[in-house]
């Protein structure tokens, strides 16, 4: 994340807020005659060092307010009864507002919705096609759309041009619209980051064409590093009433202290800590951007024709981040770094596809043309049902397994705000990387997962089924033991006296559940069961029960059913142990310490 760099100019833009408080409550007089004079101050520094003579500023925290008040203040100078008729007026002749295609997004539909006219309003200029940039508007189609305007009835009103594209910083042809405003009596207002090099000594024709514009939108605070400072729109009005009526002037004293943060900040820097500022934003550009490095605060934008692309503007992110040569520099060596494997990568996707394709239907190929790796596999071959259920828990433990493994690709779960889910993202890779023995290596732990997934869920089968038969063998064993004991014996008290004068030796036995067998054995059976594979070399080494245990430590699971523990060993058949209740609620215990070995499974209850 950015965090702005805040210096000593932008704490004098913070304190102007707290001033701005404590002014606020000074009596009536005194604050009218102060404010009037940070305004006209601010207004007059910013004209000249903006090269914009004989003008007028409105401060305005939304940049984009200040062209909803040129705009009404065009409407009540160009529709002389809209201040007693209201819109009724503009039925006769519906007033257009021309806009560039490359503009800012959804600038054009807030200002009809904040001035209340229909879209049909708002014409989108295109940029060129055949000749010049193709981010600065077409001069001549924009003329035949106005001509065609008016023969349908229309009124032009206003022309938003840039000085500086949002997308790729382009500047229109300003000379030649504002020629075309003068012959169709249009407002022509510029907007744009370039506009900040008319504080230079030099300035191109292209910029310097800017102040004859009508009005134009300045954001000091982004060129200057200054938070919290409003935007500035400067414009040309000869009616202040007009201008009060579009509520471009405020009679109000509070609301013209709005402009006090930036008056302190300029008095701070000064005229020459204004334009260093500026010239060391545009020195960066100029220098670096011949040798195709971005500088910090690059960023990422999507352009019409030329797609997805990286935008460097220092005029909106060196003050702000602090941007120095040595923060380009290792930038410069990061993107010589990086360069190299994005091609690598572009080129060895189609290989990566392929191979996923060759492991169907064990594997999917996943296409997400939001990342920028190598590909996103997705584990398959499982019916719809359970794949809905597993596919989930299958591809986060291939994550798992896949992160695990010693390399230096990257494996993730993609994009934050993906469309795709429960897939494995594969980063950018080296050209060494052999792909095929990638998607191989991803395929086999993909079919190990899924497998021992199936034989952990037979293997919960096979216990719940033993368990099962097991309560209904100790049920019977608890009816055995009433039989054979008597009722007398059931008794609290007289049970505890007749045991004492005639002990009874219960002849019910333990049972033991293996897990191999899937059976329930009696105390004898097992007891032969355990003789018999002491005497063998290598016990029950290759017999297919013993697959259900992963040969990693880290592999192994610990099987619970409800307050059940399980504890497992090695080198032996798993086998569970089960004795009869010694009341009659149902326990399971081992029958004997010493046939509770450590490698088999002892599920005790209660």
């Given at each position: 994340?950015?965090?702005?760099?805040v210096?000593?100019?932008?704490?004098?833009?913070?304190l102007?807020?707290?001033?701005a408080?404590?002014?606020?409550?000074?009596?009536r007089?005194r604050l009218?005659?102060?404010?009037t004079?940070i305004?006209?101050?601010?207004?007059l520094?910013?004209?000249?060092?903006?090269?914009?003579?004989?003008g007028?500023?409105?401060?305005?925290e939304?940049?984009?307010?200040?062209?909803?008040?040129?705009c009404?203040?065009?409407?009540n100078?160009?529709?002389?009864?809209?201040?007693?008729?209201g819109?009724a007026v503009?039925?006769?002749?519906q007033?257009?507002i021309?806009?560039?295609?490359?503009?800012?997004?959804g600038l054009?539909?807030?200002?009809?919705?904040?001035?209340?006219?229909?879209?049909s309003?708002?014409?989108?200029?295109?940029?060129?096609?055949?000749?010049?940039?193709?981010?600065?508007?077409?001069?001549?189609?924009?003329?035949?759309?106005?001509?065609e305007?008016?023969?349908?009835?229309?009124?032009?009103?206003?022309?938003i041009?840039?000085?500086g594209?949002?997308?790729?910083?382009?500047?229109?042809?300003?000379?030649?619209?504002?020629?075309?405003?003068d012959?169709?009596s249009?407002?022509?207002?510029?907007?744009?980051?370039?506009l900040a090099?008319l504080?230079?000594?030099?300035?191109?024709s292209?910029?310097?064409?800017?102040t004859r514009?009508?009005?134009?939108?300045?954001?000091?605070?982004?060129?200057?590093?200054?938070p919290?400072?409003?935007?500035?729109?400067?414009?040309?009005?000869?009616?202040?009433?007009?201008?009060?009526?579009?509520g471009?002037t405020?009679?109000?004293?509070?609301?013209?202290?709005?402009?006090?943060?930036l008056?302190?900040s300029?008095?701070?820097?000064?005229?020459?800590?204004?334009v260093?500022?500026?010239?060391?934003?545009t020195?960066?550009l100029?220098?670096?951007l011949?040798q195709?490095?971005?500088?910090s605060?690059?960023?990422?934008?999507?352009?019409?024709?030329?797609?997805?692309?990286?935008?460097?503007?220092?005029?909106?992110t060196?003050?702000?981040l602090?941007?120095q040569?040595?923060?380009i520099?290792e930038l410069?060596?990061?993107?010589?770094?990086?360069?190299?494997?994005?091609?690598?990568?572009?080129?060895?996707?189609?290989?990566?596809?392929?191979?996923t394709?060759?492991?169907s239907?064990?594997?999917?190929?996943?296409q997400?043309?939001?990342?920028?790796?190598?590909?996103?596999?997705?584990?398959?071959?499982?019916?719809?049902?359970?794949?809905k259920?597993?596919?989930?828990?299958?591809n986060?433990?291939l994550?798992?397994?896949?992160?695990?493994?010693d390399?230096d690709?990257v494996?993730?779960?993609?994009?934050?705000?993906?469309?795709?889910?429960?897939?494995?993202?594969?980063g950018?890779v080296?050209?060494?990387?052999?792909?095929?023995?990638l998607v191989?290596?991803?395929?086999?732990?993909?079919?190990?997962?899924?497998?021992?997934g199936?034989?952990?869920?037979?293997?919960t089968?096979v216990?719940?089924?033993g368990i099962?038969e097991?309560?209904?063998?100790?049920?019977?064993?608890?009816?055995?033991k009433?039989?054979?004991?008597g009722?007398?014996?059931q008794?609290?008290l007289v049970?505890?006296?007749?045991?004492w004068?005639?002990?009874?030796?219960?002849?019910?036995?333990?049972?033991?559940f293996?897990?191999?067998?899937?059976?329930?054995?009696?105390?004898?059976?097992?007891?032969?069961?355990?003789?018999?594979?002491?005497?063998v070399?290598?016990?029950?080494?290759?017999?297919?029960?013993?697959?259900?245990?992963?040969?990693?430590?880290?592999?192994?699971?610990i099987?619970?059913?409800?307050?059940s523990?399980?504890?497992v060993?090695q080198?032996h058949?798993?086998?569970?142990h089960?004795a009869?209740p010694?009341?009659?609620?149902?326990?399971f215990?081992?029958t004997d310490?010493?046939?509770a070995?450590?490698?088999?499974?002892?599920l005790?209850?209660?």
């Amino acid at each position: 994340n950015r965090m702005q760099n805040v210096g000593e100019q932008g704490h004098m833009a913070l304190l102007g807020h707290s001033l701005a408080a404590y002014i606020s409550v000074l009596d009536r007089e005194r604050l009218r005659k102060l404010t009037t004079r940070i305004l006209s101050d601010t207004t007059l520094w910013l004209c000249r060092l903006f090269r914009y003579e004989n003008g007028s500023a409105y401060f305005h925290e939304d940049d984009r307010d200040g062209l909803v008040k040129v705009c009404r203040l065009v409407i009540n100078a160009r529709y002389e009864e809209y201040a007693s008729e209201g819109y009724a007026v503009l039925s006769s002749k519906q007033p257009v507002i021309y806009q560039s295609a490359s503009g800012r997004p959804g600038l054009g539909q807030h200002l009809c919705s904040q001035l209340g006219l229909p879209l049909s309003s708002l014409c989108t200029v295109p940029c060129n096609t055949i000749f010049g940039s193709q981010h600065q508007m077409d001069v001549a189609l924009l003329d035949t759309l106005i001509k065609e305007d008016i023969e349908a009835g229309k009124l032009p009103l206003l022309l938003i041009v840039n000085a500086g594209t949002p997308g790729a910083g382009h500047t229109d042809k300003l000379a030649r619209l504002k020629d075309v405003c003068d012959q169709y009596s249009m407002w022509l207002h510029v907007e744009g980051v370039n506009l900040a090099t008319l504080a230079l000594a030099q300035v191109t024709s292209a910029i310097m064409a800017a102040t004859r514009s009508d009005s134009m939108t300045l954001t000091p605070g982004q060129w200057l590093g200054l938070p919290a400072v409003t935007a500035v729109t400067l414009y040309r009005h000869e009616d202040p009433a007009l201008s009060l009526a579009a509520g471009l002037t405020c009679s109000q004293p509070v609301a013209r202290l709005r402009a006090l943060p930036l008056w302190l900040s300029l008095q701070y820097l000064g005229h020459n800590g204004i334009v260093q500022k500026i010239r060391h934003a545009t020195a960066l550009l100029g220098e670096q951007l011949v040798q195709l490095v971005p500088s910090s605060g690059v960023d990422v934008v999507e352009l019409e024709d030329e797609g997805t692309c990286v935008r460097f503007s220092p005029l909106l992110t060196a003050a702000v981040l602090g941007t120095q040569q040595e923060n380009i520099e290792e930038l410069a060596e990061k993107l010589a770094q990086l360069l190299p494997v994005m091609c690598s990568t572009m080129c060895l996707r189609q290989d990566f596809r392929e191979e996923t394709h060759r492991h169907s239907p064990s594997l999917a190929y996943i296409q997400d043309l939001s990342w920028p790796g190598l590909g996103a596999p997705q584990t398959e071959g499982m019916d719809e049902s359970r794949r809905k259920q597993e596919l989930e828990k299958i591809n986060t433990e291939l994550l798992k397994k896949l992160q695990d493994l010693d390399t230096d690709i990257v494996f993730s779960t993609g994009p934050e705000f993906g469309t795709e889910e429960h897939c494995v993202f594969i980063g950018m890779v080296t050209e060494d990387v052999d792909v095929s023995e990638l998607v191989d290596t991803v395929a086999a732990l993909g079919r190990d997962i899924e497998e021992s997934g199936r034989l952990l869920e037979n293997m919960t089968e096979v216990v719940r089924k033993g368990i099962l038969e097991a309560e209904q063998q100790l049920q019977l064993a608890n009816e055995e033991k009433l039989m054979e004991e008597g009722m007398l014996r059931q008794l609290p008290l007289v049970g505890s006296v007749l045991n004492w004068f005639s002990p009874f030796q219960s002849s019910i036995k333990g049972r033991t559940f293996n897990l191999a067998a899937g059976t329930v054995w009696t105390d004898l059976e097992s007891s032969l069961y355990d003789v018999i594979r002491r005497k063998v070399t290598s016990p029950f080494s290759a017999l297919p029960a013993q697959r259900i245990w992963p040969t990693h430590e880290k592999e192994r699971d610990i099987i619970g059913l409800q307050t059940s523990k399980v504890a497992v060993g090695q080198g032996h058949t798993p086998t569970l142990h089960l004795a009869p209740p010694l009341s009659s609620s149902i326990a399971f215990k081992a029958t004997d310490t010493e046939m509770a070995r450590p490698n088999d499974v002892i599920l005790h209850q209660g």
